[in-house]
Each structure stands twice: as structure tokens, then as C-alpha cells.
């Protein structure tokens, strides 16, 4: 019962400095004058991948890199099915602003397929690695927009100093806040893979779902705290930057540190079938309308536990 009210008060914890989190976002993007989606897809969802990318760094450390091959793609199906599927299902309806094109929202997912592509071969070499990191400095890259203008780069001396002060109060806040998610979320999984075992759960059991998951609390508390403040282009960009660096930039750092070979190409395979009907999907719901509704995301994450049960029968 402790582990459990522990649980319970650190979740409440995660929220609180989940939604102070999404106030600083907002401020940043206004000030730098940089997108909503655009500051989260690069800032928030690296920074919420953390977890994600030391459990593979670790893994790759000790000669186990399949383990961080298979969080990262276990991750992306947790972030797409799971988590935007209950985004949807919390907010009943995510609508997309009629400036935003869908497209450029969720035209990135397409990344999220290198790892399979350079798979195909049985192996994920150190050149591989490095072509996936390569991949993700493109996609920051491509979401990093130039001023406008070059008046604004003729601005007061006064007004610059203001802004560098600004970045680093907002710089060392989100920092601290990050530090305060992760540290909340670690503890989380670790209180409930002992509430587990005191319970007797098969141990293929606790990691499938609890590592995954695990490591994307973050992503799933923020979005949630996202969609209460209406701010659904924080919401998509979270997921969507998340899903491009665990697949390109996790997967790269973690393959360079030690290659990955694929001893079974059914695992590889059929995770990325099932990740390419989720996104399909997701296509089909948000281009025909313009949004996702709750029964989309019901239906999205009963897909995921409906391939959790696969893969529990094929282990």
C-alpha cells in the first residue's frame, strides 16, 4: 500500500512540474518567436527521450544493444498508439488550426522507418549509426526557421540583452523542471517493477509493459497536460519529435557505441509492419477530417494492446 501511495503522490508531482513545463514552452516560443510545435518537437521531446536514451546507451555499454534497438521501437508504438491515442480519447477531439498543415505535422513520422530500412541487411552498423544521427540534425535542421526579415536582426542592444536574459532564466528553469520529470518518472517505474514482483507478474510481463511505458511517462504525462491547456501543437510536436529521435538519433548513438545485428529478421519485421499500420491509420483519421476524435484514439490504443498480446504469444 506505501508503493502504491508513493505512486500516487509522485505522479501528482510529475503533473505539477509536467504543466509548469508547458507554461515555460509557451513563453519561450512567444519570446524567441519560434513555433509552439516546432520549440516541442525539438526541446520537450528530446528532453523527454531522456529516458529512452539511457536506457540504450546503457544497453549498448554492456554488449546488449537489441535491448536498446527494441525500446526505442517499442517506445515509437507507445508514443503513437498508445499515448496520442489517449490524447485524443482525454481531449475528446484534437482539432488542427487551418494554418497548420497536416503534412508538415506528421510528414516526419517517415523517419521513424530508417531503422528498419537499415536493417535489411541482418545489421545495424557504426556507418548506419551514423547516417541515422545524420537524419535527426536534418529534421532539427528542417524545423529551425530563419527570421523573416533582416530588420530583425537590427534590433536595440537593450532588447537583445533582455532576450539572452530570457533564454538563460527560461534555459535554466526548463533544465531544473526536466531534471525534477525525470527523476519523478525513474522513481515511478521503479516503485511499480517492485509493487510487480511483490505481486508475482511474469518478468516478460513487467517489460514489456513497464519499461516502455516506463520510459515514456514523460511524453505521456506532458501530453495529457498539453491537451488540458489546449495546446495540441505542443501535444503532436512531442510525439512527433520524440518518435523521430528515438528512431534516428537513440538508435544511431546506440549502434555506434556497439552494432547492432539482427539474429531474427521477424523482429524487425513485425514490429515495423505494425508501426507502419498504426501511422497509416493515424493518416487516414487526421487527413479525412482534420482531427482525431475519442473513438480514433480508442481504436489506436486497442491497437497496442492488441500487438502487446502478439508479441507476449510470440515470445
Not at 531503422?115 to 535527426?136: C, E, H, K, N
Request: hydrophobic residues 55%; proline residues 3%.
Amino acid at each position: 500500500m506505501a508503493q502504491i501511495g508513493l505512486i500516487l503522490i509522485l505522479s501528482f508531482v510529475l503533473g505539477k512540474v509536467t504543466d509548469r513545463l508547458i507554461k515555460i514552452l509557451d513563453v519561450a516560443s512567444k519570446t524567441f518567436h519560434i513555433g509552439e510545435y516546432e520549440m516541442t518537437s525539438i526541446v520537450m521531446a528530446l528532453s523527454t527521450s531522456l529516458p529512452e536514451i539511457m536506457v540504450s546507451v546503457n544497453a549498448s555499454i554492456q554488449k546488449t544493444p537489441n535491448l536498446a534497438l527494441g525500446n526505442a521501437i517499442g517506445s515509437n508504438l507507445v508514443n503513437i498508439a498508445l499515448i496520442l491515442g489517449l490524447s485524443a480519447v482525454a481531449g475528446k477531439s484534437l482539432h488542427f488550426h487551418g494554418e497548420e498543415k497536416i503534412k508538415d505535422i506528421f510528414g516526419p513520422l517517415i523517419y521513424i522507418f530508417a531503422p528498419f530500412l537499415v536493417a535489411m541487411d541482418g545489421s545495424i552498423t557504426r556507418p548506419d549509426g551514423l547516417l541515422l544521427i545524420l537524419i535527426y540534425a536534418r529534421y532539427v535542421l528542417s524545423l529551425i526557421k530563419k527570421d523573416k526579415a533582416e530588420s530583425k536582426f537590427e534590433k536595440e542592444v537593450e532588447k537583445k540583452d533582455i532576450k539572452l536574459k530570457s533564454l538563460g532564466v527560461l534555459g535554466v528553469k526548463m533544465l531544473g523542471y526536466v531534471g525534477l520529470m525525470l527523476l519523478a518518472s525513474n522513481l515511478i517505474v521503479l516503485l511499480a517493477k517492485s509493487l510487480a514482483t511483490g505481486l508475482n507478474l511474469p518478468i516478460l510481463f513487467v517489460g514489456l509493459f513497464l519499461v516502455s511505458i516506463g520510459t515514456s511517462l514523460p511524453e505521456m504525462v506532458f501530453n495529457i497536460e498539453s491537451i488540458k491547456r489546449r495546446k495540441v501543437m505542443m501535444s503532436f510536436g512531442n510525439i512527433v519529435g520524440s518518435c523521430v529521435a528515438n528512431a534516428t538519433l537513440i538508435v544511431g548513438i546506440s549502434s555506434l557505441i556497439h552494432p547492432i545485428a539482427i539474429n531474427q529478421m521477424a523482429t524487425i519485421i513485425v514490429p515495423g509492419i505494425e508501426q507502419l499500420f498504426v501511422v497509416g491509420l493515424l493518416m487516414v483519421f487526421v487527413f479525412s477530417k482534420r482531427r482525431l476524435d475519442w473513438w480514433e484514439g480508442l481504436i489506436m490504443m486497442g491497437l497496442f494492446f492488441y500487438y502487446t498480446v502478439i508479441e507476449l504469444v510470440i515470445q
